[in-house]
């Protein structure tokens, strides 16, 4: 399996990549999970954006969120892969790879995520614990989660 990843500022996206990105979040998380809310959510311009290709296809995304937009930490979110590519465990290969460079990128900042909770063992694996209980996020269940600093 050949992944290609690719980091750009929001400034860097050309408009077909910026497309192309968005078209694929909102078939995940508004068509296919069936939550109608607002997608383009004014963070994507301070964040630095994931995409993971296969076979010259966008396969994978996240992105990265600066401290003190979303929370007081960094924070990885949009995590998702394409319908298609799901059983080829990409996830884990983008995962890994948003860890390690906002772990970079904010070596004394500790991660925050705001997972559904069907995924708290995933992003336990990468070495994030629950913070919150339980709460209604648009209609699909969540759970804080930090990765402490090293």
């Known amino acids: 399996m050949d992944l290609q990843f690719k ?3 929001f ?3 050309t408009a077909l990549e910026l497309y192309e990105i ?3 979040r909102e078939s995940v998380f508004v068509v296919e999970q069936a939550c ?3 997608e383009v959510d004014g963070m994507d311009i301070s964040s630095w954006h994931l995409s993971v290709f296969m076979d010259g296809e966008l396969a994978a995304y996240a992105r990265v969120v600066e401290p003190g937009v979303k929370y007081q930490q960094p924070s990885i979110g949009r995590v998702m892969t394409v319908k298609q590519f799901r ?3 990409i996830g884990r290969a983008l995962m890994a790879e948003a860890v390690r460079f906002t ?3 904010f070596p004394r900042d500790s991660i925050k995520i705001g997972a559904q909770v069907y995924l708290k063992e995933f992003y336990g694996s ?3 614990e629950a913070v919150s209980d339980p709460y209604d996020e648009d209609g699909i ?3 804080d989660m930090i990765r402490s600093s090293l």
Request: no cysteine; glycine share 4%.
């Open 141 to 143: 269940l969540h759970i």
């Open 126 to 128: 990468f070495g994030f």
């Open 87 to 89: 059983s080829l465990k």
């Open 22 to 24: 968005i078209r694929l």
């Open 11 to 13: 400034e860097s996206l």
């Open 7 to 9: 980091w750009a500022r």
């Open 36 to 38: 109608p809310y607002q």
């Open 103 to 105: 772990e970079a990128q």
